[in-house]
């Protein structure tokens, strides 16, 4: 198994629509949760954190389940400017140093 | 103001050849990475670097040689260039303890 696992898309949506992407990682001990934002031939960037707790920013929130081992990143009101590519990571185990990175999942927003 | 900066943007070299690219961040950050991401967009942590000493060093084919001359700096030198080396290597950097990364625009390599 791998230790980030996402659905790889694409998903094409229209503008406004509410979209969700879920994520699973494999390693019980991880730590740290983020989703990342890659545009088409782009760095990745931070988009947010994942707090246990949940955390909103905006039109987006992010989820996350321990127990299941799984996190989500809910969209609302999606805009053109939404498409792109979101990596879901993960701090390995107790390393501070070493993120893993999801596969991505391809999100192309249309009009 | 460029925070991660990468050089040369795309590189276009032939089997065998040795080439290099260079790094350099101006966050003041103390750790910096390389990753390798390939045609399917698998982002792979290669080397992670901390003031400096080399922390992390995935199972990276030792063609692959990181130099870190001071913690702003991260370069990596590809010995003996293989096509299966094409790919865009991304560099990366953060403070120790905060897993919050920033990246460089990454570098295009392709190999013919």
């Known amino acids: 198994r791998k230790e980030v696992e996402q659905d790889p898309g694409p998903f094409n949506v229209p503008e406004g629509a509410t979209v969700a992407f879920n994520c699973t990682y494999s390693n019980s001990a991880s730590q740290s949760f983020f989703w990342y934002r890659q545009d088409c031939r782009k760095e990745p960037k931070l988009l947010m954190s994942v707090y246990s707790s949940g955390n909103e920013d905006g039109r987006f929130t992010a989820q996350l389940n321990r127990a299941s081992q799984y996190i989500s990143l809910l969209i609302r009101d999606s805009k053109l400017s939404d498409s792109a590519t979101y990596l879901c990571v993960v701090r390995a185990g107790t390393s501070y140093d070493k993120v893993i990175f999801g596969p991505g999942t391809s999100l192309s927003v249309i009009p | 103001d460029t925070a991660v900066s990468q050089t040369p943007k795309y590189l276009v070299t032939q089997m065998g050849n040795d080439k290099s690219i260079k790094c350099e961040q101006n966050?003041?950050?103390?750790?910096m990475y390389w990753y390798k991401q390939d045609s399917k967009k698998f982002l792979k942590i290669m080397f992670s670097?901390?003031?400096?000493?080399?922390?992390i060093n995935e199972t990276v084919p030792n063609r692959f040689s990181p130099k870190s001359p001071d913690k702003a700096h991260l370069n990596l030198h590809i010995n003996s260039l293989e096509l299966g080396d094409s790919a865009v290597y991304f560099c990366?950097?953060?403070?120790?303890?905060?897993?919050?990364?920033?990246f460089g625009p990454g570098t295009r390599l392709t190999v013919t």
């Open positions: 990366a950097s953060s403070h120790r303890g905060t897993p919050e990364q920033y």
């Open positions: 670097y901390n003031n400096k000493e080399l922390i």
């Open positions: 966050l003041g950050h103390d750790t």
